[in-house]
């Protein structure tokens, strides 16, 4: 069983920076698809960020390029998002995701997705 939690969400005022942090156990492969999403009140879920752990190669949403960064330590089983220059619209709940079945492609679709955490809360007032 994959259990992924993540910890590092909180209040910033615009402008801000925040670094979300998804620790997660159970794994026994070495290459997996790993992303972030976030989901605001009343919105559907959407891809923040994806990257392919074997290869390193990243995804980033059109908002999210050139604030956000992705990144994975695989020995210790964490994934990072480091989130700059945060605006108010970047308000929601951010989950971190998994899959093993997307094979050397990352992804922002959060229906190809296995694994989730519960999510943490970000709130960016201006």
């Known amino acids: 069983q994959v259990q992924m939690v993540e910890l590092g969400g909180g209040s910033v005022e615009a402008g801000g920076s925040l670094r979300l942090t998804c620790r997660y156990e159970g794994y026994i492969y070495s290459s997996y698809c790993m992303g972030w999403f976030r989901q605001a009140p009343g919105k559907e879920r959407e891809g923040v960020a994806s990257i392919y752990t074997q290869t390193g190669s990243t995804l980033y949403s059109d908002s999210a390029k050139d604030r956000f960064t992705i990144s994975h330590d695989a020995a210790q089983k964490t994934l990072y998002l480091q989130m700059n220059d945060l605006k108010p619209e970047d308000t929601a709940t951010y989950f971190c995701?998994?899959?093993?079945?997307?094979?050397?492609?990352?992804?922002?679709?959060?229906?190809?997705?296995?694994?989730w955490g519960q999510g943490t809360q970000v709130t960016v007032s201006s």
């Open positions: 995701a998994a899959d093993r079945a997307m094979l050397f492609r990352t992804s922002l679709v959060p229906a190809e997705f296995q694994y």
